[in-house]
């Protein structure tokens, strides 16, 4: 297997439609390897989340070319790539994003079932345990707390197993503390199960635990370079 995990070239992509279509994304390309940590940073609008999206195979380039362990997401149809995402890619986003109507339990066990997975809920049940939720099974999203609703998404996210983790702001919603405890969890995870993390955030002491920080300004990269030991 490559040590390649995730490879960008010349990725072009734009959103909206008509007058209010926008060109966010301009020859980006990136090579992040298997393993690393990236912290991606820029200001509000630079094209962070679309980067991080594109990545994640759920935004689709104008042009250019994604590969994820030497498969080719941007030739793929959506029914292959919906596939090779629940099974390769685990995201996490800033506000959660948890099915309202389901327990802890059922949220996580959700992406293993769809993966076909027999043992879903003794899996997501362990995964629960391994994020310090082990006695919060049953409770439903509005009964956690926002640190906690976090966890939950991060055992959702990692419970296929994915090469790759990708974050958008996931300590955007939480006091510093608890933000703190979801960033050690991410990292303990990634060094445990070796997975490639990409990362988007404001917080530069975040920025610096990341091998390497790569910055975006206007829709291009400005800097790519080992983030700066503290
Ligand atoms: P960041 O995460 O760095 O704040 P985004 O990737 O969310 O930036 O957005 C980059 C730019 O693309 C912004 O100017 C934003 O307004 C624009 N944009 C994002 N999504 C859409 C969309 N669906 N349609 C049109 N423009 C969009
Ligand atoms: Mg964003």
């Known amino acids: 297997m490559s040590d390649k995990s995730i490879v960008l070239e010349n990725v072009d992509l734009s959103l909206g439609r008509g007058a209010a279509r926008v060109h ?54 959506e029914d292959a790539l919906a596939r090779f995402r629940g099974r390769r890619i685990g995201i996490v986003f800033q506000s959660f994003h948890l099915v309202p109507t389901m327990t802890a339990l ?40 926002g640190g906690e609703q976090q966890r939950v998404a991060i055992a959702r996210a990692i419970a296929p197993d ?10 955007g919603n939480l006091d510093e503390t608890t933000g703190g405890s979801i960033v050690d969890l991410l990292f303990a995870l990634k060094r445990e199960r070796g997975a490639t993390l990409v990362l988007v955030t404001h917080d530069t002491g975040l920025a610096r635990a990341c091998d390497r920080t790569v910055r975006l300004r206007s829709g291009r990269i400005e800097a790519d370079a080992a983030s700066q030991a503290a």
């Open 106 to 145: 059922e949220n996580v066990a959700l992406p293993l079932e769809l993966a076909g997975a027999g043992d879903a809920f003794e899996r997501a049940a362990s995964e629960l345990r391994s994020v310090g939720l082990g006695e919060r099974l049953s409770h439903y999203p509005a009964q956690l707390s």
């Open 24 to 77: 966010i994304l301009k020859s980006v390309s990136l090579t992040v390897g298997r393993g690393e940590a990236v912290g991606l940073v820029g200001p509000s609008g630079s094209g962070k989340s679309t980067l991080l999206m594109t990545m994640a195979g759920l935004e689709r380039p104008d042009s250019g070319r994604v590969t994820i362990d030497g498969a080719e997401l941007t030739a793929m149809d």
């Open 162 to 171: 994915p090469a790759i983790l990708v974050a958008d702001e996931p300590t």
